[in-house]
């Protein structure tokens, strides 16, 4: 029994060393280039072992995938409830963990991501069911007097979705430093949608930021 529980703890954790593994290794060099071989070998593992965990590389890029959106929930969700931030603090918070966790992404695996079908399929899926929840959190920014009433925010959501890619696949963090694009390009674009109040309100946070 002891035995066996042992190696079903040594299986998870390998699991998870695998998709660790598999995500940086993809993120940083591209899905192409990295091949199930190269993961088992930094993991010191045979090929055969690999695949006895995960059929093939798609359902391993598709783990992987899943697991950097639960993450990225988990942080947002982390800040929303340990804090008890206003809308001002939650949109801001939203664009610093973005630029975050995308800043060390090869751009050439946003687009060789596009090329398979399963996982198209899901991350429409997932921006469709985020879609709606920016839907909501807009509509508690108007009522909360932060946010214009008279904006198309399904227009501002796509543009902003829009404007992330940009800065992503033209690699502009290589260029001008994360927080300059952060103050001059992220900034201006949610002054664009805020109301005096929201204004002031965006002034306060990143001046408590420069402290």
Not at 45 to 73: G, W
Not at 100 to 125: D, G, S
Not at 156 to 184: A, C, P
């Amino acid at each position: 029994m002891y035995k066996s529980n042992s190696q079903t703890e040594y299986r998870l954790e390998l699991r998870q060393k695998i998709l660790e593994t598999a995500t940086r290794e993809f993120q940083t060099k591209g899905i192409k280039a990295v091949k199930m071989d190269d993961i088992a070998n930094l993991l010191s593992v045979s090929k055969r072992t690999v695949y006895e965990i995960y059929d093939n590389k798609e359902q391993l890029l598709m783990e992987s995938v899943k697991e950097e959106h639960k993450c990225y929930a988990c942080q947002m969700h982390d800040f929303v409830e340990n804090g008890n931030p206003q809308v001002m603090d939650i949109l801001l918070e939203f664009y610093r963990l973005q630029m975050r966790n995308l800043a060390n992404v090869n751009p050439i695996y946003f687009e060789e991501l596009h090329r398979y079908p399963q996982i198209v399929a899901w991350l429409e899926n997932k921006h469709k069911e985020n879609d709606q929840n920016a839907q909501l959190f807009f509509t508690q920014g108007i009522k909360d007097g932060f946010f214009r009433s008279d904006v198309n925010y399904d227009l501002i959501t796509r543009v902003g979705s829009g404007m992330m890619n940009y800065i992503m696949e033209n690699q502009l963090y290589k260029i001008y430093d994360i927080t300059e694009i952060f103050r001059n390009v992220i900034m201006l674009f949610i002054r664009g949608f805020c109301t005096m109040k929201g204004i002031e309100e965006l002034e306060r946070l990143l001046s408590e930021t420069k402290k």
